[in-house]
């Protein structure tokens, strides 16, 4: 049941935020320095993975375009690499005040900047977004539950596979990162109107996409 199954998704992912938001700058570093490793190490179950969604794009009479899309290589991997050591090395976004004042009694405030919770993120074909998107939610204190292209299925299952094992590494919470495990339609239908656990939406596509997601959820976007 897919319902279940995003729902079960959902919770996970709810009940790890008030972990996620505590995370230390050191810990979320770390974890991305394991993950940088493990992605090289297994750098050939990656391009194995990606085989498989080649031969279903060709078989399926996918374009020239979107089969390049893809597409693994070494070279991509190598940037996998390289777009993780970008993240590792940008400032922490939580807990900077971001504006204060006091009031004429002698109040103060002050505007914090704090995690947004549980993000869904709802891309196309590319596999490298599955690991910019993890890694971008993770650093900034937030759970994330993915939902990739069902062109990059396997690509994607063998990253969060992989991203899994690195942060459980790096002692961050389980299901800190959650990829749905079926390229079924129906399960975005659900995700969207997860408002009890998924707290923010990001479609990441074309026109089309953003404009049904927009639609059809009750979630922010």
């Keep these: 049941n897919i319902y279940k199954t995003i729902k079960e998704l ?16 050191k810990k979320k570093n770390g974890a991305l320095r394991i993950l940088s490793k493990n992605i090289q190490t297994f750098s050939n179950e ?27 290589t070494p070279q991509s991997i190598e940037g996998l690499v390289k777009s993780i050591e970008i993240i590792k090395t940008l400032p922490d976004p939580i ?7 006091t009031q004429p009694n002698g109040l103060k405030f002050q505007k ?15 596999p490298n977004v599955t690991v910019d998107a993890a890694c971008i939610a993770m650093k900034s204190g937030n759970a994330v539950i993915l939902r990739g292209g069902s062109d990059s299925f396997f ?39 997860m408002e009890e656990y998924v707290d923010i939406i990001i479609p990441r596509g074309g026109k089309n996409l953003i404009e049904k997601i927009n639609s059809q959820s009750s979630i922010p976007v």
Excluded at 54 to 69: G, H
Excluded at 95 to 101: Q, V
Excluded at 114 to 126: C, D, F, H, K, N
Excluded at 155 to 165: G, N
């Design 112 to 126: 914090i900047s704090v995690p947004l919770g549980v993000i869904a993120v709802i891309y196309e074909s590319r």
């Design 155 to 193: 690509s994607s299952k063998k990253l969060v596979e992989i991203i899994i094992k690195s942060f459980l590494e790096a002692d961050l919470p389980a299901y800190a990162i959650q990829m749905i495990p079926t390229a079924d339609r129906e399960a975005i239908d659900h995700l969207v109107k």
């Design 46 to 72: 990656i391009l194995d993975a990606n085989k498989k969604d080649i031969e279903n794009a060709k078989t399926n009479s996918l374009s020239s375009p979107l089969i390049n899309r893809l597409s693994l």
């Design 10 to 25: 959902g919770r996970n992912a709810k009940a790890v935020t008030q972990s996620m938001r505590l995370l230390s700058t």
């Design 95 to 101: 807990g900077k005040i971001l504006d204060e004042w």
